[in-house]
C-alpha cells in the first residue's frame, strides 16, 4: 500500500495515530493540572516504566493539556552526564521571559529574573545576554545548595505565574539520570509549591527504578507525586491500537493477523507502531493477512536490530556485554542476581560493580531484592537471535 499513506509512526517520542489503553492516566493529569490551577491541591506525576511503552508520548500529552489550560510549560531531558542546573537554568529563564511580558506578572517576573541571576552566579552557568543589566536579588537562589535555591526560583515562578492567571508545569524526561541530590532537590521543590498553593506542577518519566530512588531521596516523596505504571498495553488495546488507525484509512486486517502483531510485540506501543508500519508498506491491499505480517516481521527485526536493539548493545563493555549475555541465556526475566553469576562463573559480590555500571546506563534495573531484568523490552531476545543463537 501506499507508504506516503502508512497512518503508523514508529519513532521515540512520536504520538501513535491511536493513544489507546492510557485514557485514565491522560484524564487523571488533565484532573491535577485544572486543580492546581485553581488554587487546589493535586499531586505531581512520575510515570514509570520500560523503554518503549509510551513515556514520552505521554509527557507530551500532558504538555498539550497543560497549556491549553493556561499553563507555561518546560520541558526537560535529564542527561547522563550534565547537572541539572545547566538543564534548567534555561528552562526557567524562558518560562519567566514569557511571564515578564504579562500583565501583572512583569514585576514578580522580574524579581524571579534577578533571583535567577544568582542562581546561576552560584551554580556557575553562563548567563544568556537577556539578563544583562539585571541584578541578582542577593539571598535568593544563591546559597549554593541546591534544594534550597531551586525551591527559591520555583518559588519565584510559581508566584509570578499565579500573578498572571498563569501556571507552570515542568516536564521532566528520562529522570533516572539525575543524581540523588538532584532529584531530592525536585522533590523539596515540589513540596514547597504544594504549601504554598502556586500554580506549579512536575511530570515525569523514567524507568521503572526511580519510585526506590525517589524513597531514597526524600522519605515523603511519596505523599507528592502519584507513581504510575506505564506497561505494555492489553490485548483490547493493543487490538485498537492497531485497527482504529486502519479504520480510518479504510483498510481491514484479519484477526490472525492481529494475534500475530500481538505475540511478536507483547503489546509494547513502540513494537505495536513498528510492526503496524511495516504491515501497511507490504501488503498489497486489504485485509492485511497472516503472510503480511510473517513480511513484516522480517523488516522490523531487521529494523529493531540495527537501530533500537543496537544503540543501546554498543553502549556496553565487553565485559557487560557478557554480564547481560548471560541474563539472556536464562530465558525470560527476571533473572535471579546468583543465577546470573553462576552462567558466569563467578563470585555474585565480585559482579556488584559490573551489575551497577549497566544499571546506570539504563539498561538493566533492579524489580525487587536479589532480582534484576532489562529495561528494554525484547532486548533478551535481540541477544538470543544475533548473539547466541538461541
Same mark, same amino acid.
Given at each position: @500500500?501506499?507508504?506516503?499513506?502508512?497512518?503508523?509512526?514508529?519513532?521515540? =517520542?512520536?504520538?501513535?495515530?491511536?493513544?489507546?489503553?492510557?485514557?485514565?492516566?491522560?484524564?487523571?493529569?488533565?484532573?491535577?493540572?485544572?486543580?492546581?490551577?485553581?488554587?487546589?491541591?493535586?499531586?505531581?506525576?512520575?510515570?514509570?516504566?520500560?523503554?518503549?511503552?509510551?513515556?514520552?508520548?505521554?509527557?507530551? $500529552?500532558?504538555?498539550d493539556i497543560a497549556e491549553r489550560e493556561g499553563?507555561?510549560?518546560?520541558?526537560?531531558?535529564?542527561?547522563?552526564?550534565?547537572?541539572?542546573?545547566? !538543564?534548567?537554568?534555561?528552562? !526557567?529563564?524562558?518560562?519567566?521571559?514569557?511571564?515578564?511580558?504579562?500583565?501583572?506578572?512583569?514585576?514578580?517576573?522580574?524579581?524571579?529574573?534577578?533571583?535567577?541571576? =544568582?542562581?546561576?552566579?552560584?551554580?556557575?552557568?553562563?548567563?544568556?545576554?537577556?539578563?544583562?543589566?539585571?541584578?541578582?536579588?542577593? =539571598?535568593?537562589?544563591?546559597?549554593?545548595?541546591?534544594? *534550597?535555591?531551586?525551591?527559591? !526560583?520555583?518559588?519565584?515562578?510559581?508566584?509570578?505565574?499565579?500573578?498572571?492567571?498563569?501556571?507552570?508545569?515542568?516536564?521532566?524526561?528520562? *529522570?533516572?539520570?539525575?543524581?540523588?541530590?538532584?532529584?531530592?532537590?525536585?522533590?523539596?521543590?515540589?513540596?514547597? @509549591?504544594?504549601?504554598?498553593?502556586?500554580?506549579? @506542577?512536575?511530570?515525569?518519566?523514567?524507568?521503572?527504578?526511580?519510585?526506590?530512588? /525517589?524513597?531514597?531521596?526524600?522519605?515523603?516523596?511519596?505523599?507528592?507525586?502519584?507513581?504510575?505504571?506505564?506497561?505494555?498495553?492489553?490485548?483490547?488495546?493493543?487490538?485498537?491500537?492497531?485497527?482504529?488507525?486502519?479504520?480510518? $484509512?479504510?483498510?481491514?486486517?484479519?484477526?490472525?493477523?492481529?494475534?500475530?502483531?500481538?505475540? @511478536?510485540? /507483547?503489546?509494547?506501543?513502540?513494537?505495536?507502531?513498528?510492526?503496524?508500519?511495516?504491515?501497511?508498506?507490504?501488503?498489497? =491491499?486489504?485485509?492485511?493477512?497472516?503472510?503480511?505480517?510473517?513480511?513484516?516481521?522480517?523488516?522490523?527485526?531487521?529494523?529493531?536490530?540495527?537501530?533500537?536493539?543496537?544503540?543501546r548493545f554498543d553502549r556496553l563493555t565487553n565485559?557487560?556485554?557478557?554480564?547481560?549475555?548471560?541474563?539472556?541465556?536464562?530465558?525470560?526475566?527476571?533473572?535471579k542476581v546468583n543465577d546470573v553469576a553462576k552462567?558466569?562463573?563467578?563470585?555474585?559480590?565480585?559482579?556488584?560493580?559490573?551489575?551497577?555500571? *549497566?544499571?546506570?546506563?539504563?539498561?538493566?534495573?533492579?524489580?525487587?531484592?536479589?532480582?534484576?531484568?532489562?529495561?528494554?523490552?525484547?532486548?533478551?531476545?535481540?541477544?538470543?537471535?544475533?548473539?547466541?543463537?538461541?
Amino acid at each position: @500500500m501506499d507508504p506516503v499513506a502508512n497512518p503508523f509512526s514508529p519513532g521515540a =517520542g512520536s504520538r501513535p495515530p491511536e493513544l489507546a489503553g492510557r485514557e485514565e492516566i491522560i484524564r487523571d493529569a488533565e484532573v491535577g493540572l485544572k486543580r492546581v490551577i485553581m488554587g487546589k491541591n493535586a499531586q505531581s506525576q512520575i510515570f514509570l516504566g520500560l523503554r518503549g511503552t509510551g513515556k514520552t508520548v505521554l509527557l507530551n $500529552e500532558v504538555l498539550d493539556i497543560a497549556e491549553r489550560e493556561g499553563y507555561i510549560s518546560a520541558f526537560i531531558e535529564a542527561p547522563e552526564n550534565k547537572p541539572l542546573t545547566e !538543564m534548567i537554568y534555561p528552562a !526557567m529563564r524562558q518560562v519567566l521571559r514569557k511571564l515578564s511580558a504579562l500583565e501583572g506578572a512583569k514585576h514578580l517576573a522580574t524579581r524571579g529574573l534577578q533571583a535567577l541571576r =544568582g542562581f546561576a552566579s552560584v551554580f556557575k552557568i553562563k548567563l544568556g545576554d537577556v539578563e544583562i543589566g539585571v541584578d541578582a536579588d542577593p =539571598g535568593v537562589a544563591d546559597s549554593g545548595h541546591l534544594d *534550597i535555591d531551586l525551591g527559591d !526560583m520555583f518559588e519565584a515562578i510559581g508566584r509570578a505565574a499565579q500573578a498572571a492567571g498563569k501556571g507552570w508545569v515542568l516536564l521532566i524526561d528520562e *529522570i533516572q539520570y539525575l543524581k540523588e541530590e538532584e532529584l531530592a532537590a525536585v522533590i523539596v521543590a515540589v513540596h514547597r @509549591m504544594s504549601q504554598r498553593k502556586l500554580p506549579v @506542577m512536575v511530570f515525569a518519566g523514567g524507568l521503572p527504578q526511580i519510585a526506590k530512588l /525517589s524513597g531514597d531521596a526524600k522519605s515523603y516523596s511519596e505523599r507528592l507525586f502519584v507513581y504510575l505504571k506505564i506497561d505494555a498495553l492489553d490485548e483490547v488495546a493493543a487490538h485498537d491500537a492497531i485497527t482504529k488507525p486502519l479504520d480510518a $484509512e479504510n483498510v481491514k486486517i484479519e484477526n490472525d493477523a492481529i494475534s500475530k502483531i500481538n505475540k @511478536m510485540t /507483547s503489546g509494547y506501543p513502540f513494537f505495536l507502531q513498528e510492526w503496524g508500519h511495516h504491515a501497511w508498506n507490504v501488503a498489497d =491491499g486489504s485485509p492485511i493477512d497472516i503472510n503480511d505480517i510473517e513480511r513484516a516481521t522480517e523488516k522490523a527485526f531487521a529494523r529493531l536490530d540495527d537501530g533500537f536493539f543496537r544503540v543501546r548493545f554498543d553502549r556496553l563493555t565487553n565485559a557487560e556485554v557478557d554480564y547481560v549475555e548471560a541474563m539472556a541465556s536464562l530465558g525470560n526475566g527476571p533473572y535471579k542476581v546468583n543465577d546470573v553469576a553462576k552462567a558466569l562463573g563467578k563470585d555474585p559480590k565480585s559482579l556488584g560493580p559490573r551489575r551497577a555500571s *549497566i544499571i546506570t546506563k539504563g539498561m538493566i534495573y533492579s524489580p525487587s531484592y536479589g532480582e534484576i531484568d532489562f529495561t528494554v523490552p525484547l532486548f533478551d531476545d535481540f541477544l538470543r537471535r544475533t548473539r547466541l543463537e538461541i
